[in-house]
């Protein structure tokens, strides 16, 4: 007679890519695995909704849209292991500024120059030296300036590890990318219509708050990352999904595991640990005991639900992170688009005075 071995109970709090990708890479592990996902359908961020018009109905993307595979090796690998395809899409990018005086998009020489008077412009020239000039030089600053906390071996404990790197960024404050753009003597048309609108625009951030909190080094690293330093000598291979993100939510809904249960609609209330276990609770007062729990969510949420179970190191780094909240709007008004070439692009950036 053989006794049987009692799976690990292992729960995942939030139902967006980072669960969803847990639940993955445990499928073939000998546990049991439970999401909890409070709204009525997974996703998160993943966020399409559907839209009718002219006859048809199509799913359009609220939330996560692009991704691009060179930069995003473990999602590609996700979707080729659930058999999703991708398509190829663009990221051209316009901004009106000046109410409409002003307008420029990235989808031809044209449209960026906009009118034939521009060229005999210097103010236009000097945007166009100064584009070139950041897509040549701007990572001199990934040489001349460290990482926050340059890559050493881990001696001593976590905690003297954080106060190390907080001591760090006092004393190497960061340099913002507004800082380092005048401090270059970059022009003004190229921070203010060019440079920061279209680093911003990706992260939904205010452009001024954006230009003067966001460290330089970082942004020159994701840039270079994302080859946007190399626009116009490398074409960028985004890539998108026929039918909205919700075609890789619904694939994975669809090939869980029969040992992976999905609980949406359920909101988790708090976190608490008792003899190396885990104990859950819920909105309606039950209570469920795990071996592990994952908190695939944001880390403010994470820090609340710990409440006061949070160690004093999870209070200061999931606390120093701050979120707000974004309203988007889907609509269908094609007037809301450059004037002057009145073509859809992926990102239209609006800067009122
Ligand atoms: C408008 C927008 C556009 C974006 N575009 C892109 C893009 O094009 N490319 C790209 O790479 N990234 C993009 N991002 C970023 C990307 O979408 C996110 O980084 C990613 O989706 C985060 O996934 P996540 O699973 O960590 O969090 P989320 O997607 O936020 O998922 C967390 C989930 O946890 C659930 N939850 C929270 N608290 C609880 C609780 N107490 N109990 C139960 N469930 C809970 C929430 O309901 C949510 O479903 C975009 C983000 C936004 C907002």
């Given amino acids: 007679m053989t006794a049987t071995v009692r799976r690990p109970r292992v729960a995942i709090v939030g139902g967006g890519i980072s669960g969803m990708a847990c639940s993955w890479k445990l499928r073939n592990q000998r546990c049991t695995v439970d999401i909890y996902e409070s709204s009525d359908k997974l996703g998160g961020h993943a966020n399409s909704m559907p839209f009718t018009g002219n006859g048809r109905t199509v799913d359009v993307d609220t939330g996560f849209v692009v991704m691009e595979e060179a930069t995003y090796p473990q999602f590609t690998s996700f979707l080729q292991e659930l058999g999703v395809k991708t398509i190829p899409t663009d990221m051209s990018f316009g901004v009106s500024a000046l109410n409409g005086a002003l307008e420029w998009n990235s989808l031809s020489i044209m449209a960026f120059v906009g009118t034939l008077s521009r060229l005999f412009s210097p103010w236009f020239w000097r945007l166009m030296f100064d584009i070139v000039y950041f897509n040549l030089f701007a990572r001199d600053i990934l040489a001349q300036q460290a990482p926050v906390s340059p890559p050493k071996k881990f001696v001593g404990s976590v905690e003297e590890e954080i106060a190390a790197i907080e001591k760090d960024l006092k004393v190497n404050r960061r340099e913002s990318i507004a800082d380092y753009l005048k401090r270059q003597k970059y022009s003004e048309q190229f921070i203010i219509y060019f440079l920061i609108p279209m680093v911003a625009a990706p992260w939904c951030i205010d452009p001024d708050e954006f230009a003067a909190n966001f460290p330089a080094r970082n942004l020159i690293q994701f ?115 450059c004037s002057i070439f009145p073509v859809p692009v992926f990102f239209f950036f609006f800067l009122f005075d």
């Fill in 223 to 337: 840039m270079h990352n994302h080859s946007l330093l190399d626009t116009v000598t490398k074409t960028l291979r985004w890539r998108t999904f026929a039918n909205g993100s919700k075609t890789y939510v619904d694939e994975f809904q669809r090939q869980m595991p029969h040992h992976h249960k999905l609980h949406l609609n359920t909101v988790v209330r708090s976190v608490t640990r008792v003899d190396g276990k885990a104990l859950l609770s819920f909105a309606d007062g039950s209570i469920e005991t795990f071996d592990h729990v994952v908190l695939a969510i944001h880390a403010n949420q994470a820090v609340s639900l710990l409440g006061q179970d949070a160690s004093a190191l999870e209070r200061r780094i999931l606390g120093a992170f701050t979120t707000r909240r974004n309203v988007c709007y889907l609509h269908s008004d094609i007037s809301v688009s």
